[in-house]
T-cell receptor
Framework: SQQGEEDPQALSIQEGENATMNCSYK?????LQWYRQNSGRGLVHLIL?????REKHSGRLRVTLDTSKKSSSLLITASRAADTASYFC????????????FGTGTRLQVFP | DAGITQSPRHKVTETGTPVTLRCHQT?????MYWYRQDPGHGLRLIHY???????DKGEVSDGYSVSRSKTEDFLLTLESATSSQTSVYFC????????????FGPGTRLTVL
């Protein structure tokens, strides 16, 4: 089945550094979304980028989308310890827009 | 928060017993989803609903059934629980399927002994 795959699986950085996570997917999409999950909690939506958009910003988050390469990246600038979480990309499927397919996630650890 | 609750939050049961998990929303969202989350697999869709009494299978639906008799509630049933169904289960809701964001409940940790 179509699935986003995040890279890297785990990432450790110091506070103040930038964190970049990548997501690749397999088939045509209408949009791609990024979610954050703190330990033991449900997922929280961060940002959605449509297939006709190339870049989107939200606060310290910057998402890019390259539909020709079927890939997206999430950049968190000036990271904080509170950004420690798992991050997931999710894609719909152009032929079935009822549901999302989630990747396996990137675990981000930000050290104070 | 989008007003999504799950019950129970934790459950330990034995192999072969039936289990029902409940998801309740107060947002009047059309779509509701059940996912399971396991290490190394991310979130996998079990079943989803696109309206009252309208449901469809996800990628890991074997051994699970669902029902949605009213907008607010989406039930997930394990007819005869197996140890492979030990997992964390998340419910999510959304307005427009994959076109918009999904809102997640807090999760139910199920252990099947």
């Amino acid at each position: 089945s179509q699935q986003g795959e995040e890279d890297p699986q785990a990432l450790s950085i110091q506070e103040g550094e930038n964190a970049t996570m990548n997501c690749s997917y397999k088939t045509s999409i209408n949009n791609l979304q990024w979610y954050r999950q703190n330990s033991g909690r449900g997922l929280v939506h961060l940002i959605l980028i449509r297939s006709n958009e190339r870049e989107k910003h939200s606060g310290r988050l910057r998402v890019t989308l390259d539909t020709s390469k079927k890939s997206s990246s999430l950049l968190i600038t000036a990271s904080r310890a509170a950004d420690t979480a798992s991050y997931f990309c999710a894609t719909d499927a152009a032929r079935n827009t009822d549901k999302l397919i989630f990747g396996t996630g990137t675990r981000l650890q930000v050290f104070p | 928060d989008a007003g999504i609750t799950q019950s129970p939050r934790h459950k330990v049961t034995e192999t072969g017993t039936p289990v029902t998990l409940r998801c309740h929303q107060t947002e009047n969202h059309r779509y509701m989803y059940w996912y399971r989350q396991d290490p190394g697999h991310g979130l996998r869709l079990i079943h989803y609903s696109y309206g009252v009494k309208d449901t469809d299978k996800g990628e890991v639906s074997d051994g699970y059934s669902v029902s949605r008799s009213k907008t607010e509630d989406f039930l997930l049933t394990l007819e005869s629980a197996t140890s492979s169904q030990t997992s964390v289960y998340f419910c999510a809701t959304g307005l427009a399927g994959g076109y918009n964001e999904q809102f997640f409940g807090p999760g139910t940790r199920l252990t099947v002994l």
